[in-house]
């Protein structure tokens, strides 16, 4: 009998040890490693005010976010070691019309290469062009609520690809600087 238990109590140790019950920012930064920040702070930020990549942390309208680097002067870039698409989880659902404005980097793999952009079970896309800072508008129709904004550059690289003398592990793809969220169309470049 002694022996039943003890196998019972060893079963339970190894299912413990192999689905633990933590945190989705525990789990991320340290089981998972798809995240370079664990309990990041946060500032006052709004939609409209949108995240500015520079800075330490996130907006207080950004719950958590996995697939980035850590800021850098310019912004972040996405990490392809860390998740092939980056992900934003907001604090707040949204719906309906939303348009999302980025200000991104190509790395030299990704340029002229396509980024695909899904939130809400929508999918869209936009197509860097430059290695230098571009704009796009991405805009979506959310017919239910979304709180995941996803990015995911198809062409990813390590720096060692493009600059033999780099020891940069990472796997490059879009260098964020700014994303904006508004409630509303995309207004025509413009206006």
């Not at 413990?16 to 930064?29: D, L």
């Not at 879009?174 to 994303?179: A, K």
Request: proline share 6%.
């Amino acid at each position: 009998m002694p022996s039943t238990a003890l196998f019972v109590f060893y079963l339970w140790l190894l299912f413990v040890t192999f689905h633990p019950k933590v945190s989705e920012e525990y789990r991320a930064y340290y089981i998972d490693q798809s995240t370079v920040e664990w309990r990041p702070k946060h500032y006052i930020a709004t939609f409209e005010d949108g995240i500015d990549f520079s800075r330490d942390g996130w907006p207080t309208f950004v719950k958590s976010a996995y697939g980035f680097s850590q800021s850098e002067s310019w912004g972040r870039w996405t990490d392809g070691r860390l998740l092939p698409a980056a992900k934003i989880i907001l604090a707040e659902a949204i719906t309906g019309s939303v348009c999302l404005e980025f200000e991104t980097i190509a790395s030299v793999t990704q340029i002229g290469k396509a980024v695909i952009v899904r939130m809400g079970g929508e999918k869209n896309s936009f197509l860097p062009s430059t290695g230098t800072s571009e704009t796009h508008k991405v805009e979506f129709l959310l017919g239910q609520p979304a709180t995941a904004l996803e990015v995911e550059p198809s062409a990813p690289g390590t720096p060692k690809e493009w600059d033999s003398s780099s020891t940069d592990p990472r796997k490059i793809g879009l260098g964020f600087v700014r994303l904006r969220i508004a409630k509303h169309r995309c207004r025509p470049a413009g206006d």
